[in-house]
Nanobody, 124 residues
Framework: QVHLVESGGGLVQAGGSLKLSCAAS????????MAWFRQAPGKEREFVAG????????YYEDSVKGRFTIFRDNAKNTLYLQMNSLKPEDTAVYYC?????????????????WGQGTQVTVSS
């Protein structure tokens, strides 16, 4: 069991940068595969990036490759998402999620622990 809390969202102009954090507590953080998802109004929640337990395995959704970087600091029990070159289509509520397994998965159903979300708004 792990409790997740996102932070770092806000309003930025297109081309700007933002760094999201996800603080974990109540569980053994390094035992969880972690991921970032996002959900825009009227849209389904979609996978953004995932990272393996030790941080050596990383997978990105195609639209964010080269712009976003996912990383984790297991000593601080924290997951991060560095977002650069932001576009208006990146606007969404961003969620961190955790699963008890080895593989990074793209489906929402594969993750059982979720944060409350943090709003990212990118103006044109």
């Amino acid at each position: 069991q792990v409790h997740l809390v996102e932070s770092g969202g806000g309003l930025v102009q297109a081309g700007g940068s933002l760094k999201l954090s996800c603080a974990a507590s109540g569980g053994y953080f390094s035992a969880y595969v972690m991921a970032w998802f996002r959900q825009a109004p009227g849209k389904e929640r979609e996978f953004v990036a995932g990272i393996s337990r030790a941080g050596s395995g990383i997978y990105y959704e195609d639209s964010v490759k080269g712009r976003f970087t996912i990383f984790r600091d297991n000593a601080k029990n924290t997951l991060y998402l560095q977002m650069n070159s932001l576009k208006p289509e990146d606007t969404a509520v961003y969620y961190c999620a955790a699963r008890d397994d080895y593989n990074i998965m793209e489906s929402v159903s594969a993750y059982v622990y979720w944060g409350q979300g943090t709003q990212v708004t990118v103006s044109s």
